[in-house]
């Protein structure tokens, strides 16, 4: 062992990081900029899930819904364009962009970390004890080691269910499905739904139970159902695909009331799991929850001292500024001294990129009621934003405050709208803060916007 840390010339590191993605990076920059000699371990390209198949390509995908929209809202302003036209949209030309796009990212990530002079090494980690970890046959040692290695798309134990594709998949499409079954009720099948219907595809979402977003507060999983439907997604509700059949020119989906429907492209988006299956973590005995995520305390400790983990592999909050936050955190917990340095998983605000976006941070109001039973109050408005005032077919704007106490703090915020991905981050900021329904009220609204609702609540 020795001879090979010989070879190497790597004998001590101060952290090692298994994984690239948002929040190993972060951790990653954030100890070596306090002087820390840092390894960083990937298996594939940098960036991880967010980065390659996740919210940047994502976010790509969702700009040019939107411009699709304001092409056919331009005939309403007096542009020439024809409503519901595709406006010469091509696929593959956005496609190519993107990808080229993400590789610029790629770059710019391995310059942030040369700048840091973090040492990226390719390949699989496993651990051998809980200080070393064994990469392309050689060891790395090091006092304190973060497991970031994010998760992947789940995946049904159905018959054919290979003939389908998971989200990633989906940006591997290199041409656009006419007709597209998406399974599943969560955040990214419904974003997939709306993505590919608002480019023309002919989409069905199937779900296992009543309608999307279930998790989500009562009112914007029932608007969003109707927006879906409007938007001419197919819904198949309390419905079960038993077996995919693939034929010479379709796909030919089998379902649980003995029914088939026929499609090009079948995308499961039936949740994720933690990548943890080559990590060995038995040799350095870390423990796993019951549906295999690593376990952590507050401050991102495993059960052993010295090894931590953060973001989707933990199951906690699987979103990009949760991990980056909490790989941040740890390094400055670490390493700078600050011994109660930790994310607060909670006030976590967070967008659905459908059409339009869902905006949400805090309680929903059926946790609000477990929580705080009758003392609280509910202020909520729905309108037209002005963007639509010539339309006669557009969505209405949903906003819901949730209120707590005599002071009316508020505790939870809901929308789904144009804009609202926008509007959440001020309001977040807010609401952190501990305001209350009367700090909403004093602030002055900015008119005409759809912000302005927010401090004009009665």
Not at 268 to 294: F, P, S, T
Request: glycine share 8%; with cysteine.
């Amino acid at each position: 062992m020795s001879e090979t840390y010989n070879i190497m010339n790597k004998e001590n590191w101060d952290l090692l990081v298994i994984g690239a993605g948002s929040g190993g990076i972060a951790a990653a920059n954030r100890a070596a900029q306090y002087g820390q000699r840092v390894v960083l371990i990937e298996a594939n390209v940098l960036g991880g899930t967010c980065v390659n198949v996740g919210c940047v390509p994502k976010k790509i995908m969702w700009y040019a819904t939107d411009i699709a929209e304001t092409l056919d809202l331009a005939a309403d302003y007096g542009f020439a364009f024809n409503k519901n036209a595709t406006h010469g949209f091509s696929w593959p030309i956005l496609i190519a962009k993107r990808s080229a796009y993400i590789e610029h990212l790629h770059a710019a990530y391995q310059r942030g970390l040369d700048k840091n002079s973090v040492t990226v090494i390719k390949g699989e980690a496993q651990f051998v004890d809980a200080h070393t970890v064994s990469v392309n046959g050689h060891l790395y040692h090091a006092s304190h080691i973060i497991i970031a290695t994010g998760g992947y798309p789940t995946m049904p134990s159905i018959i054919g269910a290979e003939h389908g594709i998971n989200s990633d998949g989906f940006f591997e499409l290199s041409e656009q499905p006419v007709r597209v079954m998406i399974v599943g009720a969560g955040y990214i099948g419904v974003e997939l739904a709306s993505m590919l219907s608002a480019l023309g595809s002919a989409v069905t979402l199937v779900l296992r139970q009543d309608k999307p977003l279930r998790e989500f507060d009562a009112g914007i999983s029932e608007r969003l159902l109707q927006v879906l439907k409007k938007a001419g997604v197919t819904i198949r509700a309390h419905s079960n695909i038993l077996q995919l059949e693939k034929t010479t020119e379709q796909l030919i989906a089998h379902f649980d009331d003995a029914s088939t429907e026929q499609t090009d492209c079948v995308i499961w988006a039936i949740g994720r799991q933690a990548n943890i299956k080559k990590l060995n973590l038995n040799a350095a005995k870390i423990k796993l929850d019951n549906k295999n995520y690593v376990i952590t305390d507050e401050y991102q400790n495993t059960n052993v001292t010295g090894i931590y983990a953060l973001g989707d592999v933990t199951g906690r909050a699987a979103l990009t500024p949760v991990a980056v936050a909490a790989g941040r955190r740890l390094a400055d917990r670490l390493f700078n001294a600050q011994a109660q340095r930790r994310l607060l998983y909670d006030v976590i605000p967070s967008v659905v990129f459908t059409h339009p976006p869902i905006a949400v941070v805090g309680l929903t109001e059926a946790q609000a009621r477990e929580q705080y039973g009758d003392d609280i109050k509910i202020y909520q408005t729905e309108f037209t934003s002005m963007r639509y005032a010539f339309s006669d077919n557009a969505n209405k704007t949903w906003m819901k405050l949730i209120v707590q106490g005599a002071e009316e703090k508020v505790i939870g915020c809901h929308m789904i709208g144009n804009g609202v991905d926008e509007i959440l981050q001020g309001f977040a900021v807010a609401i952190r803060m501990g305001a209350t329904k009367k700090d909403f009220d004093d602030t002055l609204a900015i008119h005409p916007t759809s912000g302005e609702e927010l401090v004009t609540l009665r």
